[in-house]
T-cell receptor
């Protein structure tokens, strides 16, 4: 089946630790995105990539890093520099302006 | 002024009702428009694109008014399963890869 997978679904992290969220797609889309959503708030763009080996900062990139070594994969690392990392993280792929989302990862920092 | 604005609601309607949401956008260069649906604690899913001539998909009708810079979503014969948050999304001309998201309008359809 074509789609986007994210893992894990739930993630708990201690303060001061880096953690990497996985995002894989088999839709053959060039563009991939990472968003964060906080309770009662809209989606905020963290990073996006339009092509392999290239990515751009979104609106809230501080404390995050990404890589795009393969078309299918766009992992997001939440570093210890991110002040408020607890959130719902959503990965998406895009084609002609439409975006398709994975099921998300809920990250909780303890 | 926010780039994309929506009435947050919540809209509480009985089953079978007709409900309409509006969304305004600030950039007149906006090119593409979409409505997404997000269920509680789930990912957003594309509901429909909005075309200049307006478009319909079953009980859902989307309209675009470029002169007034707003789009609308009309839901007829509401079902319990329509309860969700509806997100208005805009894509600017020349920036085909980055979408601008509204905060969403919450709909609750009651029995």
């Amino acid at each position: 089946d074509g789609g986007i997978t994210q893992s894990p679904k739930y993630l708990f992290r201690k303060e001061g630790q880096n953690v990497t969220l996985s995002c894989e797609q088999n839709l053959n889309h060039d563009a991939m995105y990472w968003y964060r959503q906080d309770p009662g708030q809209g989606l905020r763009l963290i990073y996006y990539s339009q092509i392999v080996n290239d990515f751009q900062k979104g609106d809230i990139a501080e404390g995050y890093s990404v890589s795009r070594e393969k078309k299918e994969s766009f992992p997001l690392t939440v570093t210890s520099a991110q002040k408020n990392p607890t959130a719902f993280y959503l990965c998406a792929t895009g084609s002609r302006g439409e975006q398709f989302f994975g099921p998300g990862t809920r990250l909780t920092v303890l | 002024r926010k780039e994309v604005e929506q009435d947050p609601g919540p809209f509480n309607v009985p089953e079978g009702a007709t409900v309409a949401f509006n969304c305004t956008y600030s950039n007149s260069a906006s090119q593409s428009f979409f409505w997404y649906r997000q269920d509680c604690r789930k990912e957003p899913k594309l509901l429909m694109s909005v075309y200049s001539s307006g478009n319909e998909d079953g009980r859902f009708t989307a309209q675009l008014n470029r002169a007034s810079q707003y789009i609308s979503l009309l839901i007829r014969d509401s079902k319990l399963s329509d309860s969700a948050t509806y997100l208005c999304v805009v894509n600017y001309a020349g920036n085909n890869r980055k979408l601008i998201w509204g905060l969403g309008t919450s709909l609750a359809v009651n029995p």
